[in-house]
């Protein structure tokens, strides 16, 4: 596995995990369910966090260490361990999520309801043609969509000189340049975009990204484009319409998707490519 898709993988891994927050359970509350956490990515072991809900408000998951965890590649059963990680408890998968096979996750604990998910891993994106000019503001990029539904997240950073990411970088979608993109062209500039093929379903188009920081001479960016799931391209939606509606009188809260049958949660695929991009 290259440096650069290694670095891919701990990124979505890491930014998945960060997702892990107090999420709107509809009122009235059920009592308490098994919450599954869990991200899908090619040549990666699946890490697992299994916790149990709370009443609304609570901002703290206890963690079920003892649950059963049956996780299924295809018909083929996968082995899991308890590891701690990070000051956090993971099931953790004993071979590496391959691409072609569904996966399959059943999860028991005293006392609470079995849930059940399933997702598989969706197309790596297919990236070519990256270009940036010292003293401008614009990236540019070739992105070719494949026949049948796919969904994207952007994300842009700025790179150190063997391209591992140091920050994220802000841009938007040049309304010179983007017609595909129309419906989410604004003045905000923005960390991620997620942005489904609707548009440009089966099609080679050029993106082109207008940065909020001027590109510098010598400076180098890594485009990273991850292709989702549609489980995972609906949790990341609601969960980001969720927070932008947070503290506002004039909305109603809403729920953030859950695949997870009888529970709560996610377990979704994601498949990232990236591009270095030197700026000349």
């Known amino acids: 596995m290259s440096g650069n898709r290694r670095t891919g993988i701990l ?61 299924k590649a295809g018909n083929a059963s996968i082995p899991v361990s308890w590891q701690q990680i990070g000051g956090k408890g993971y099931f953790v998968s004993g071979s590496p999520v391959q691409y072609g096979l569904r996966y399959s996750l059943e999860v028991s604990a005293a006392g609470l309801d079995t849930v059940y998910a399933t997702d598989t891993l969706p197309r790596a994106p297919l990236l070519s043609a990256p270009f940036a000019q010292a003293g401008g503001s614009r990236v540019r990029f070739v992105l070719r969509d494949l026949p049948g539904s796919d969904f994207y997240r952007f994300r842009l950073f700025h790179a150190s000189n063997n391209f591992v990411p140091e920050k994220r970088a802000r841009y938007r979608f040049d309304p010179s340049y983007n017609n595909n993109f129309t419906d989410l062209i604004s003045d905000r500039f923005l960390e991620y975009t997620l942005i489904s093929d609707e548009r440009f379903e089966g099609r080679e188009i050029t993106v082109v990204m207008q940065t909020e920081e001027v590109n510098k001479a010598g400076g180098y960016l890594l485009l990273e484009v991850t292709g989702l799931t549609h489980a995972a391209w609906l949790y990341l939606k609601t969960l980001e319409l969720q927070s932008s509606t947070t503290n506002n009188p004039l909305v109603e809260p809403g729920s953030v998707y859950s695949n997870v049958l009888d529970g709560y949660g996610i377990m979704a695929g994601t498949n990232s490519a990236s591009l270095p991009i030197e700026v000349k």
């Open 11 to 71: 990124l979505l891994c890491f930014c998945w995990m960060a997702c892990e927050k107090p999420v709107d359970i509809p009122v009235p509350y059920d009592g308490d369910k098994i919450v599954v956490n869990a991200l899908l990515q090619p040549d990666s072991l699946l890490y697992l966090r299994v916790t149990r809900s709370q009443p609304p408000g609570a901002s703290v998951f206890p963690e079920i260490p003892g649950a059963s965890v049956s996780l």
